[in-house]
């Protein structure tokens, strides 16, 4: 299973530097990023809106050209038929004409007359309808050309439209990118703040005196605290002031598991190994402050690890072996802690157990 205690590991401040300072140029490429999304939106937003506008107004010329074509196409229409009438009643009197001439009653002069009238009429009438059919077709092909036109329009109207939707999610994309980045951002700003604390908390750790027997009668003696009827012995003296079960936190006021014993010894008490083993690990472990890992191996047919927290102090080195009741560090308070006091925790095959069925 993964370990439950990784969460809480701070890194030292050149990793979190490192990673706050590149957590901050991701945030600033993304600012950029969206600065330069959001200029394209903008100028797709114009875009789009000048090509509906021409797309709009080719229509509007197409609506015109075609009702002028159907304009010039009545026009022909009627002068069309208003000629043919005329050419009829021309046609009428040139027969009666012909008819007076043959007669002898009119006069040859005034017969010229009329026939010439005749005549000019139907040049006229041709030439009437020539323009008339001219002017249609022209109206026609303008007409078509603006279909066209406003077809042309309308399809780029849609490809600027396609352009301004592309640039819009391009932006959201963006902006949402730039969020993350920043609480990324935020994020790497406290876990570097969490480990300057850690460092300094170290650092005092590790100015912290390896104090020897100080003669007094309050746990702080180098004495190893007497051994219970279980596989290990108490790690360190003073009474439980807190045992391992479900807990309201006193820092966080979570409900959640508290996943060893508290031993109320003063800070600067010794912490002995609790078993023979080899140290796996010294150094801060968030929460846990100042933390020591023993591996003990196969205990029993099981794999057993034993940790001491929130120590002041360290006497003990990764990849040292100890034996029972070696003195490994000091009482403390460091990380996650209200007061001085030994957490103490018993984890089996990588999880956590009560402690105390070690102990007694």
Same mark, same amino acid.
Request: aromatic share 4%; with cysteine; hydrophobic share 35%.
């Given at each position: 299973?993964?370990?439950?205690?990784?969460?809480?590991?701070?890194?030292?401040?050149?990793?979190?530097?490192?990673?706050?300072?590149?957590?901050?140029? @991701?945030?600033?490429?993304?600012?950029?990023?969206?600065?330069?999304?959001?200029?394209?939106?903008?100028?797709?937003?114009?875009?789009?809106?000048?090509?509906?506008?021409?797309?709009?107004?080719?229509?509007?010329?197409?609506?015109?050209?075609?009702?002028?074509?159907?304009? @010039?196409?009545?026009?022909a229409?009627?002068?069309?038929?208003?000629?043919?009438?005329?050419a009829?009643?021309?046609?009428?009197?040139?027969?009666?004409?012909?008819?007076?001439?043959?007669?002898?009653?009119?006069?040859?002069?005034?017969?010229?007359?009329?026939?010439?009238?005749?005549?000019?009429?139907?040049?006229?009438?041709?030439?009437?309808?020539?323009?008339?059919?001219?002017?249609?077709?022209?109206?026609?092909?303008?007409?078509?050309? @603006?279909?066209?036109?406003a077809?042309?329009?309308?399809?780029?109207?849609?490809?600027?439209?396609?352009?301004?939707?592309?640039?819009?999610?391009?932006?959201?994309?963006?902006?949402?990118?730039?969020?993350?980045?920043?609480?990324?951002?935020?994020?790497?700003?406290? =876990?570097?703040?969490?480990?300057?604390?850690?460092?300094?908390?170290?650092?005092?750790?590790?100015?912290?005196?390896?104090?020897?027997?100080?003669?007094?009668?309050?746990?702080?003696?180098?004495?190893?605290?007497?051994?219970?009827?279980?596989?290990?012995?108490?790690?360190?003296?003073?009474s439980?002031?807190?045992?391992?079960?479900?807990?309201?936190?006193? =820092?966080?006021?979570?409900?959640?598991?508290?996943?060893?014993?508290?031993?109320?010894?003063?800070c600067?008490?010794? =912490?002995?190994?609790?078993?023979?083993?080899?140290?796996?690990?010294?150094?801060?472990?968030?929460?846990?402050?100042?933390?020591?890992?023993?591996?003990?191996?196969?205990?029993?047919?099981?794999?057993?690890?034993?940790?001491?927290?929130?120590?002041?102090?360290?006497?003990?080195?990764?990849?040292?072996? =100890?034996?029972?009741?070696?003195?490994?560090?000091?009482?403390?308070?460091?990380?996650s802690?209200?007061?001085?006091?030994?957490?103490?925790?018993?984890?089996?095959?990588?999880?956590?157990?009560?402690?105390?069925?070690w102990?007694?």
């Amino acid at each position: 299973m993964p370990d439950p205690r990784a969460a809480s590991t701070v890194p030292s401040v050149e990793e979190a530097q490192a990673d706050l300072e590149a957590a901050q140029a @991701a945030f600033t490429e993304a600012q950029k990023t969206e600065r330069a999304a959001q200029q394209r939106a903008e100028e797709a937003s114009q875009a789009a809106a000048d090509a509906r506008s021409a797309a709009d107004r080719a229509t509007a010329r197409a609506e015109r050209a075609r009702g002028e074509s159907t304009n @010039a196409a009545a026009a022909a229409d009627a002068a069309h038929e208003t000629l043919g009438r005329l050419a009829a009643h021309a046609y009428m009197n040139n027969s009666e004409l012909t008819g007076l001439m043959q007669l002898g009653i009119a006069d040859p002069e005034e017969f010229q007359a009329r026939s010439t009238g005749v005549s000019e009429l139907m040049r006229v009438q041709d030439s009437v309808l020539a323009e008339a059919a001219e002017s249609r077709a022209n109206a026609t092909n303008a007409a078509s050309r @603006a279909d066209g036109h406003a077809a042309a329009a309308e399809e780029s109207a849609a490809a600027a439209k396609t352009l301004y939707e592309q640039a819009t999610t391009a932006l959201e994309e963006a902006s949402a990118a730039s969020a993350t980045a920043n609480e990324q951002l935020q994020k790497m700003r406290e =876990v570097h703040a969490a480990a300057e604390q850690a460092q300094r908390e170290r650092e005092a750790a590790e100015n912290q005196p390896d104090r020897g027997d100080r003669g007094e009668d309050d746990g702080t003696t180098d004495t190893p605290p007497p051994s219970g009827n279980g596989v290990f012995q108490r790690p360190a003296s003073g009474s439980i002031t807190s045992p391992y079960g479900m807990r309201v936190h006193p =820092v966080t006021g979570v409900y959640k598991l508290h996943s060893g014993t508290d031993f109320g010894a003063a800070c600067g008490a010794p =912490v002995y190994a609790a078993y023979p083993g080899t140290i796996e690990s010294t150094g801060y472990a968030g929460a846990y402050g100042n933390r020591i890992e023993i591996a003990h191996g196969n205990v029993n047919g099981l794999d057993v690890t034993t940790t001491y927290n929130h120590l002041s102090a360290f006497s003990s080195s990764p990849g040292q072996s =100890v034996a029972t009741g070696d003195l490994i560090g000091r009482v403390g308070t460091t990380g996650s802690s209200t007061g001085c006091h030994l957490h103490f925790e018993v984890l089996v095959n990588g999880d956590f157990t009560d402690p105390m069925s070690w102990l007694s």
